[in-house]
């Protein structure tokens, strides 16, 4: 059977800990998890054919990945993988400029290619020479898909996802390589699991971070708040917003709206107040290892993603500030932060 697009994906599910040999007992292979736009690629069956990036947008946002696929992959092939784009001026991967690619307009698209390159990163061989895989076992598509770059001398544009089958090498790689920009995680999948379109068989561990601040808004009301809007003061004694939390669970409801009031009149914030908890914050600072298939650098750099962290799905209103505060790290710190 050869595939035609669409091509449904293999899902994860979320985990709070790494599946260790004794869950799969055939072994587990633990691939790093990046940031991007999940996307399939498919190359043309044959002459006269074209290349298909099917993904959150369509693919005339992505010319310079159609054209390498075009002169440097083989025909009838099929990838899975994470389209990446990497800043050159920021000399970083960037989701903001893989938003910013996404949204262009086609004929913006060649000048963006330059300032912004795409990569593809590889994880998945579905197809290979028009041959259908997805019954292979893991193990056997990951080694056709290291052969795959190994034979062609495949660089960048495209990269082969870091693997390991070593438990201690992926909680390594979990604490440390989770600082690089655009590394989020792992993905853990069985070494004999085949490849199900639509099935959540893969598991997804991100690394969590834990720190102090300063619950200075919510949506939702104070008996039944969504989420929490974060805080911290600034050298001036300013609350300044750094973040958001996800929508809280029922359990998280009930006990967060213990301590919410309404606020005070001279709030910092419109609609806005504090609390102080421990919350799980976005950002922390990183470093970057170059682009995909490159040499590796040590820039430091911001690890929460602007524009995103206050995002809110309602109106915000206000509860009280709680006296104290002083084992919040001011604005701008990371006092306090460790990995969960």
């Given amino acids: 059977m050869v595939l035609r697009p669409p091509v449904e994906p293999m899902?994860?599910?979320?985990?709070?800990?790494?599946?260790?040999?004794?869950?799969?007992?055939?072994?587990?292979?633990?691939?790093?998890?990046l940031d991007g736009h999940r996307t399939i690629l498919l190359t043309a069956a044959g002459p006269g054919g074209r290349v298909l990036l099917q993904s959150q947008r369509g693919q005339d946002r992505w010319p310079d990945l159609v054209a390498a696929a075009d002169t440097q992959l083989p025909a009838g092939l099929v990838l899975d993988g994470e389209l990446l784009v990497w800043d050159v001026e920021a000399g970083r991967l960037s989701f903001e400029?893989?938003?910013?690619?996404?949204?262009?307009?086609?004929?913006?698209?060649?000048?963006?290619?330059?300032?912004?390159?795409?990569f593809f990163v590889a994880f998945d061989v579905l197809q290979l020479d028009g041959q259908e895989l997805l019954a292979r076992p893991y193990a056997e598509r990951r080694a056709l898909l290291e052969n795959l770059f190994a034979e062609h001398g495949l660089t960048a544009p495209w990269t082969l996802v870091p693997m390991t089958t070593d438990l201690a090498k992926a909680r390594e790689w979990l604490q440390t390589w989770t600082d690089v920009s655009g590394v989020e995680g792992l993905v853990c999948k069985g070494m004999t699991t085949r490849y199900l379109p639509g099935y959540g068989g893969w598991t997804k561990i991100k690394r969590r971070d834990t720190s102090e601040a300063i619950i200075g808004a919510i949506t939702g009301t104070l008996t039944r708040?969504?989420?929490?809007?974060?805080?911290?003061?600034?050298?001036?004694?300013?609350?300044?917003?750094?973040?958001?939390?996800?929508?809280?669970?029922?359990?998280q409801v009930r006990q967060v709206a213990e301590y919410l009031t309404a606020a005070r009149p001279g709030h910092p914030?419109?609609?806005?107040?504090?609390?102080?908890?421990?919350?799980?914050?976005?950002?922390?600072?990183?470093?970057?290892?170059?682009?995909?298939?490159?040499?590796?650098?040590?820039?430091?750099?911001?690890?929460?993603r602007p524009g995103r962290g206050l995002s809110a799905s309602g109106p915000v209103h206000a509860a009280a500030p709680a006296p104290g505060g002083g084992d919040v790290p001011a604005f701008g710190q990371v006092r306090g932060a460790a990995p969960s």
Wanted: charged letters at 20%; proline letters at 11%.
């Fill in 11 to 33: 899902l994860t599910q979320t985990a709070e800990a790494l599946p260790g040999p004794a869950v799969l007992r055939a072994g587990v292979a633990y691939e790093q998890k």
């Fill in 269 to 304: 914030w419109t609609g806005g107040g504090a609390v102080r908890g421990r919350v799980g914050l976005p950002g922390r600072p990183g470093r970057d290892p170059g682009p995909p298939g490159a040499g590796g650098g040590d820039q430091r750099r911001p690890g929460h």
């Fill in 225 to 251: 708040p969504q989420l929490l809007v974060l805080g911290r003061h600034d050298e001036h004694g300013r609350l300044r917003a750094v973040g958001r939390t996800v929508a809280l669970r029922p359990d």
């Fill in 97 to 118: 400029a893989l938003q910013r690619r996404a949204a262009a307009r086609a004929r913006g698209a060649p000048a963006l290619a330059a300032s912004l390159p795409a």
